[in-house]
């Protein structure tokens, strides 16, 4: 799943646009990013600003965190995680 500050009607446009296989879970507050440590200080451009560090996240069934990779890219992601999932990565 997917998880964003944007708006649930947002989000399911978004979801329903790209005919994602999965659910876009809406965060407005950034509660669930600070406690994953997906948001704090980053440098775009050379200006320091609060937000979102994307990031991403395998959990277990079991709710535990299994592998963690905070500050990624979007080129390049799916194929880390799909390695983290078989143990590759």
Do not use: C
Not at 14 to 31: G, V
Not at 45 to 64: A, L, P, W
């Amino acid at each position: 799943m997917g998880v964003s500050r944007d708006k649930p009607a947002t989000l399911k446009s978004w979801a329903e646009k790209l005919s994602l296989p999965f659910r876009l879970l809406s965060d407005p507050e950034a509660k669930v990013h600070k406690q994953y440590g997906a948001w704090g200080q980053k440098t775009l451009y050379g200006k320091t600003s609060e937000g979102v560090i994307r990031s991403t996240f395998i959990v277990g069934r079991d709710g535990k965190l299994l592998k963690a990779w905070i500050g990624v890219s979007a080129k390049g992601n799916a194929a880390q995680t799909l390695a983290g999932l078989a143990g590759d990565g």
